[in-house]
């Protein structure tokens, strides 16, 4: 399906706009930004998508009961939510503003209920990634609108022979190191084993609503969620307070800094009195402890830490976990 054909099914202006923008950013790395909610003091939402973590989810047992509870946490990868199931979550609602990533959930949870687990971590983790008779196999079971999404990018894929590396290395965040099936399964508790593959499509099924997504900033949560048991906010936290990028966004960046009170009151009213929020995480050997640091300073909010092992890599993540009470307090 080249651009033409992909455009003509695409009846919604916006998906026509998204798979506009994803064709640039498959062809040649162009980063097309829709949406900008920048001048709000969040990143744009636009960009590449992770197909697996690259963070150990394991640490979820140790952060918190998820068992019967009602989960906030970032889209991103998907995984991060299907943990949540796995561990047996009551309610998951997972939030984002890269609206690609709302296509790439809706694509991994229909792959992980209608596929075989081998051939569900062939799709994610075998090199080159998104093999497109495997998609057929699923693709039936998606959404119109992601559907015609992903058939417009498979078969371009398809079309694109010895240049499908460098495109997938332009859509996909950290292709092809972080698609190694190894790491993919031991950052995810629930692709361990059969066993757990199987339990977390009965989970799924067992939810008394589906996943449900919603393009929100980590700033507004109070104003768009009801209280959660437990809100996962992975590395957000990162963006919104160190400045990974050029210069040109060190406004922004200054501006993300003196949210800080607003992030925590947004917070606060989305926690339950006992809530738990694991707030950001640290890459063993890789962020510079001072971002955490800066994190720290600007939150001040008193954290506790868990020692991740990492998965690929001889050095351990530390993840930084806080009270609905510890928020509170932060907030006075």
């Given at each position: 399906m080249r651009y033409n054909d992909a455009m003509t099914l695409a009846k919604d202006p916006l998906l026509k706009q998204k798979i506009d923008a994803t064709f640039q950013i498959l062809k040649n790395g162009e980063k097309s930004f829709f949406n900008n909610d920048a001048k709000e003091g969040c990143l744009p939402n636009w960009y590449s998508f992770y197909a697996t973590t690259n963070e150990n989810l394991g640490y979820f047992q140790k952060f918190a009961s998820f068992e019967d509870k009602d989960v906030l946490t970032v889209t991103a990868s998907g995984d991060?939510?299907?943990?949540?199931?796995y561990f047996g979550a009551k309610s998951v609602e997972t939030f984002d503003i890269n609206e690609l990533t709302f296509f790439a959930y809706d694509l991994k949870q229909a792959a992980l209920l209608n596929l075989s687990r081998q051939d569900f971590l062939d799709f994610y983790s075998d090199i080159p990634l998104f093999n497109k008779k495997i998609y057929d196999k699923f693709s039936s079971h998606l959404s119109l609108n992601t559907k015609t999404f992903f058939d417009a990018v498979f078969n371009f894929l398809e079309d694109a022979g010895i240049n499908k590396h460098v495109m997938l290395r332009n859509l996909v965040e950290g292709y092809p190191v972080e698609c190694d099936p190894g790491i993919f399964v031991r950052n995810n508790p629930?692709?361990?084993s059969e066993k757990t593959f199987?339990?977390?499509?009965?989970?799924?099924?067992?939810?008394?609503?589906p996943v449900r997504h919603k393009f929100c900033p980590a700033h507004r949560l109070g104003e768009n969620f009801s209280q959660k048991?437990?809100?996962?906010?992975?590395?957000?936290?990162?963006?919104?307070?160190?400045?990974?990028?050029?210069?040109?966004?060190?406004?922004?960046?200054?501006?993300n800094a003196e949210m800080s009170n607003n992030f925590l009151k947004s917070l606060s009213k989305v926690l339950k009195p006992d809530g738990?929020?694991?707030?950001f995480y640290e890459f063993g050997g890789f962020l510079p402890l001072q971002m955490s640091d800066r994190c720290k300073s600007r939150l001040g909010v008193d954290t506790e830490k868990f020692n991740i092992s990492r998965v690929n890599r001889k050095s351990q993540d530390v993840v930084y976990a806080a009270t609905a009470k510890d928020i509170k307090e932060a907030t006075k």
């Open positions: 991060h939510a299907l943990n949540a199931v629930y692709l361990a199987k339990e977390t499509k009965k989970l799924i099924g067992m939810l008394k609503e048991d437990i809100v996962i906010l992975s590395n957000i936290l990162h963006y919104y307070f160190c400045s990974f990028y050029s210069n040109a966004d060190y406004q922004v960046m200054k501006k738990q929020v694991s707030l």
